[in-house]
């Protein structure tokens, strides 16, 4: 691969990964806001998700994969970009299984509906919210340390 | 002499994030055993409906 299209291509990767966990911080932010009665919310967070959180995490995992496929360091020949790979594909995959309960939350707010019946909805915002972030800060600090050791694979 | 460190093997960093992942995986099926469904008690019928339905 050309230095010049890796380096934009690491460049997006960096971005996207790091956009990613930001939009995941705001996320839990709002999350604790609406645990703590500001019910209006969640009415952002199925925007913030849909056009923030989900686009970062799909662009930062296909965007990383193909990073990963064009250097030298390859997707699965380190345990700390292999890692990194399951530690992504974890957090889209849980995101993408939260966005109905983002969504019925989205919902109830608007017909100021949120209460007792929603509290575990809310909970489960804030859980898996900051859950995502410890395993994003996780997977930025695999990038920045490159702890040594190898897999044995070629790819 | 001391003993030189291993150069092959899974290295403990990696026990470790591999142990914590598997912990939250158990942690997971458990709660969806026990019937935890944050969905379960909402209003399924303020739910948004794919639109043109």
């Known amino acids: ?155 | 002499m001391a003993n030189a460190k291993p150069a092959t093997g899974v290295p403990g960093w990696v026990k470790l994030i591999g142990a914590g992942l598997l912990v939250l995986l158990l942690l997971a099926a458990v709660m969806i055993a026990l019937g935890h469904n944050p969905l379960a008690h909402m209003n399924h019928a303020a739910m948004p409906m794919p639109a043109g339905s």
């Open chain 1, 1 to 155: 691969m050309p230095p010049a299209l890796r380096k934009l291509i690491l460049f997006v990767h960096v971005v996207t990964s790091v956009g990613f966990a930001g939009a995941v911080a705001a996320f839990l932010v709002l999350a604790v806001a609406g645990l703590d009665g500001m019910g209006s919310v969640y009415l952002a967070l199925p925007l913030v998700t849909w056009w923030v959180i989900v686009p970062a995490a799909v662009a930062s995992l296909v965007v990383g994969v193909v990073a990963s496929l064009g250097t030298p360091w390859g997707l699965l020949k380190h345990y700390w970009v292999a890692i990194k790979l399951i530690l992504t594909a974890v957090a889209l995959v849980v995101l993408l299984l939260q966005t109905r309960t983002i969504g019925a939350l989205a919902a109830l707010a608007a017909a100021g509906a949120i209460g007792p019946a929603s509290r575990e909805g809310q909970n489960a915002m804030v859980l898996h919210s900051a859950g995502g972030l410890v395993v994003l800060l996780l997977a930025a600090l695999l990038s920045t340390y490159k702890p040594r050791g190898l897999t044995g694979l070629r790819v």
